[in-house]
């Protein structure tokens, strides 16, 4: 993409975001998140980004998910994952799972954002999730652990989402891909 098709990109991608009145598009309004780069086959995707928080009374989490995932923790304030539904304290590890092809996502089990999860000292999550006997697994270097329904029957987004509720945890959106067209 050339200088000028670069901006007119960026441009129709935040007009079509802030007139949804999504909050993606106020991210990029208020530029609390900001083009990292384009991808696809035909530069067609923009991969958004936000810098991690900086903590000093706590931990940060991770999870990539699904548009429809993020849509539900920005709706409702709870974490809603299929199946293993896993989350990290490697931000790269995760963002793996933003996947990037000639439509920024071909399919329903795409990731599409990535969330950043900050959960305040006290609580040691990993310590309560082992409590509640859910084990780590390893996964190219990084520990995750499974929050939904295919481990123990979801008790770990029960708990984490006592955590939402309470404030005791908070998220932010620190990673997303969108289509020049919007399409996905």
């Known amino acids: 993409m050339s200088v000028s098709l670069e901006t007119e990109a960026l441009n129709k991608i935040k007009t079509r975001l802030t007139n949804n009145r999504s909050h993606e598009g106020h991210l990029l309004e208020s530029e609390k998140i900001q083009l990292e780069r384009w991808g696809g086959r035909s530069n067609n995707v923009g991969i958004f980004t ?29 974490l809603a994952p299929p199946g293993y539904g896993g989350i990290t304290d490697s931000r790269e590890y995760t963002q793996k799972y933003l996947t990037v092809s000639g439509v920024a996502v071909k399919d329903e089990d795409s990731g599409t954002h990535t969330v950043e999860f900050y959960v305040k000292a006290p609580v040691d999550l990993e310590a309560e999730l082992k409590y509640l006997g859910l084990t780590a697994k390893a996964e190219s270097g990084a520990m995750s652990y499974g929050l939904g329904p295919a481990q123990k029957n979801g008790v770990g987004a029960e708990y984490f989402n006592s955590l939402l509720s309470s404030r005791v945890a908070t998220w932010r959106l620190v990673a997303f891909l969108e289509n020049v067209s919007g399409k996905r």
């Open 50 to 78: 936000a810098p991690s928080l900086h903590t000093y009374n706590g931990k940060l989490f991770y999870r990539t998910m699904k548009k429809q995932e993020f849509d539900t923790l920005y709706e409702k304030g709870i």
